[in-house]
């Protein structure tokens, strides 16, 4: 049996980054801002053109299309500087970052009447970001 020798001044739980891991982070930054254009423009749509989103059937989130159109907007403008913040890789960033994904699959959930499949995708989307930034979040900054 061979003893294998660990450096004294390194820390015991240290590890390699993963590459995969970083690039998946990377992935879920650029998703994330991605997400927060998308917002953006449907709530720049839904404030010049009241009649452009026309829903479907009665629902519960039953706001006007300009209430749905600040949403978006604003939604939209904090989902994209969260996604440039990402990209630093710190611990702040990817929890602010997994809190505005998780509201924007509300937001796109409450929308579903207005655009469905659009929501359905934004809200496909915005899982994955979720998923790479709690599994794959600290490798960005160990990379």
């Known amino acids: 049996m061979t003893d294998i020798e660990t450096p004294i001044d390194a820390p015991p739980d240290r590890r390699e980054p993963s590459a995969w891991a970083v690039g998946w982070t990377v992935f879920a930054a650029v998703m ?3 997400i927060g254009t998308f917002h953006a423009i449907a709530g720049v749509v839904a404030l010049v053109d009241d009649d452009f989103f026309t829903q479907v059937q009665e629902y519960v989130f039953d706001f006007d299309q300009t209430t749905w159109g600040w949403i978006h907007l604003i939604l939209g403008i904090v989902l994209v500087i969260a996604g440039a913040a990402l990209l630093t890789g710190s611990v702040a960033a990817r929890a602010v970052g ?20 659009w929501s359905v995708v934004i809200i496909a989307v915005a899982v994955s970001v979720v998923w790479a930034l709690t599994v794959h979040g600290r490798d960005i900054t160990a990379g």
Not at 98 to 116: D, E, K, N, Q, R
């Open 98 to 117: 997994v809190v505005l994904a998780a509201l924007s699959m509300l937001a796109a959930f409450a929308w579903l009447p207005y655009y469905p499949i």
């Open 32 to 34: 994330m801002a991605m």
